[in-house]
């Protein structure tokens, strides 16, 4: 991949196909941080904010349902104790429980922008439950990815849970798609966790992480 983009980037790139992330800030200091929480509502996540971190979760840099100002303060220094190459912190609104899964993208040398979906969540990598699509991706094609994963039991009710809503991840999926194809310049785009929730009440992006290209790169397709 390219250059990772920076939260506000990723917001406005989002925001192209019509996708929000929770409300949120970015902060320089855990001072800062506690303030912006106030003004969000708790409970709240505050995450890491570097170019040099791709997986947050793994270096420490992600502290969740924070309840009070000074449990974001403390929060954040220590993360900044831990972390080099800090730029400073995302703090976010917390998401309601739901299935966790993953939607992102790739661009292939040859085939161009690839759509995938999975279960999500910091196991995505070891189940490897992840089903690929080339763009443009049809209504036919979303409702195909969805149900094809091993993990599908677990969007459709399983023990008794109520079934997500499989026509909002349905329509994220074709979203997603739409964005990569009209902007070929990304090169990577990785939607983990998306909360999907009960059947009528959609679903949340819960963290984004996006690519673009470097102009040395070439085209996305051959």
Do not use: Y
Not at 191 to 213: H, K, M, T, W, Y
């Amino acid at each position: 991949a390219g250059r990772w983009l920076a939260p506000a980037d990723i917001d406005a790139l989002l925001a192209a196909a019509g996708l929000a992330l929770p409300a949120s800030a970015v902060v320089a200091t855990p001072e800062e941080a506690a303030a912006a929480a106030e003004r969000i509502g708790f409970p709240v996540a505050a995450k890491v904010v570097s170019a040099a971190v791709v997986h947050k979760t793994d270096v420490g840099g992600v502290a969740l349902d924070l309840a009070g100002a000074e449990q974001v303060r403390a929060a954040c220094a220590g993360m900044a104790s831990r972390i080099h190459a800090l730029e400073g912190f995302l703090v976010q609104a917390m998401v309601p429980p739901g299935v966790e899964v993953m939607v992102g993208s790739t661009a292939d040398a040859t085939f161009g922008p690839l759509v995938g979906f999975g279960l999500g969540g910091t196991a995505v990598e070891v189940l490897r439950d992840t089903v690929f699509r080339l763009t443009p991706l049809t209504d036919v094609d979303a409702n195909a990815m969805v149900r094809e994963i091993r993990g599908f039991p677990l969007l459709d009710g399983h023990r008794g849970a109520p079934p997500a809503d499989l026509a909002a991840l349905e329509e994220l999926l074709q979203r997603v798609a739409w964005l990569v194809d009209v902007v070929p310049e990304i090169a990577e785009m990785d939607l983990n966790p998306v909360r999907v929730f009960e059947r009528g009440r959609g679903l949340a992006l819960v963290d984004a992480r996006i690519a673009l290209r470097d102009a040395e790169d070439g085209p996305a397709s051959a």
